[in-house]
């Protein structure tokens, strides 16, 4: 494993951040075993994994959970523990948004599933339209005072939106965000054209979701062909979005270089992202133990400059996406 520092900050994280979506029961595509869940966190931690992200609202706060059991046993002054906050919670008001309130309130809940003391990254999951934005990085803040939480992150916004945050923190001496969590593959490459400059920019770390592409960069889907039962694709409209001919051509750059270099096509799509200058680790999602192994394996593909060209040739990047 390879490490390297969450955008211009200090912190040492892994290449490759485990994303613990899949870790729950809320839908039909995820693991729904608690015991080979927290089986296959341990096996990313003996990878050299220490960078494991997740979000209250995964499964209704069950993977907060898992990832808490899980990394009971290991060394916590290792592990970078990261979590999201603004989904809905419950049922009454207040349960969703970043208010001061909820923030504080969902921080407390998080911090007793995940059975630590600490968050390493806190994030907004969204931006909100309904808090002003002072009161949301003066939560922040305090968590981040009081030893809560040790950075704050942020999720898919506008740039506009994440500028404002990031000048609005400057302005009245608050906690910055020092991370960003934006969706990003060789077929999502639409905040090249939004985030990415302005994360490059401010030396906030970029740690991309869905890298990926919902399985679609895999290969295991074929033109004119539908999901398979049972695949995250016949589960998922996002994924079947994908089913376009730009992208189809992308998939078969991917596949080509694939050949070349003797590499799974989600091996070489991992290591084009790797390849960006402004990403610091894609958050994987593996649900097996092959692909979690196959997904560290990219770390040891290497691509040329014609090769990561190719894949990124067929498309144009545009915000917002067409």
């Given amino acids: 494993m390879t490490y390297t520092r969450l955008g211009d900050t ?133 968590l981040v005072e009081t030893g809560r939480v040790r950075y ?35 077929v999502a490459r639409y905040e090249e054209a939004n985030l990415l400059e302005v994360c490059e920019g401010e030396g906030v770390g970029v740690i991309p979701w869905s890298p990926l592409a919902g399985g679609f960069l895999t290969g295991k889907y074929e033109r004119g062909a539908g999901p398979d039962d049972g695949t995250r694709g016949a589960a998922s409209e996002s994924v079947r979005s994908y089913f376009t001919e730009e992208n189809w051509a992308v998939l078969d750059a991917v596949r080509d270089v694939a050949s070349e270099v003797d590499a799974s096509p989600a091996q070489v799509a991992l290591a084009w992202l790797l390849e ?10 593996p649900r097996t133990s092959e692909h979690l192994r196959e997904n560290v394996g990219a770390l040891s593909v290497g691509l040329t400059a014609d090769q990561v060209e190719r894949i990124a040739e067929p498309k144009t990047p545009r915000y917002p996406q067409a």
């Avoid at 290991?74 to 923030?103: C, Q, W, Y």
């Avoid at 992150?153 to 934006?182: H, I, N, W």
Wanted: proline share 3%; net charge negative.
């Fill in 10 to 142: 200090g912190l040492e994280v892994s290449q490759l951040c485990l994303g613990c979506m899949n870790f729950g029961s809320e839908r039909p595509w995820m693991m729904n075993d608690r015991a080979a869940s927290v089986e296959l966190i341990h096996e990313a931690l003996d990878l050299g994994i220490n960078f494991l992200d997740t979000a209250n609202v995964y499964s209704r706060g069950e993977s907060e959970d898992i990832v808490g059991e899980a990394v009971a046993s290991a060394n916590r002054d290792e592990l970078v523990l990261a979590t999201k906050v603004f989904g809905d919670m419950g049922e009454g008001p207040n349960s969703s948004g970043l208010s001061r309130k909820h923030i504080l309130d969902q921080a407390e809940a998080s911090l007793d599933r995940l059975d630590t003391d600490y968050i390493d990254l806190y994030q907004i999951h969204r931006w909100d339209d309904d808090t002003p934005i002072e009161e949301t990085l003066e939560a922040l803040d305090y």
């Fill in 276 to 285: 960006r200058d402004a990403v610091t680790a894609p958050i994987i999602g």
């Fill in 152 to 186: 704050i992150g942020a999720s898919t916004m506008t740039a506009y939106q994440f500028t404002k945050a990031l000048y609005t923190s400057d302005v009245e001496d608050l906690s910055r965000f020092t991370c960003m969590q934006p969706e990003y593959s060789a």
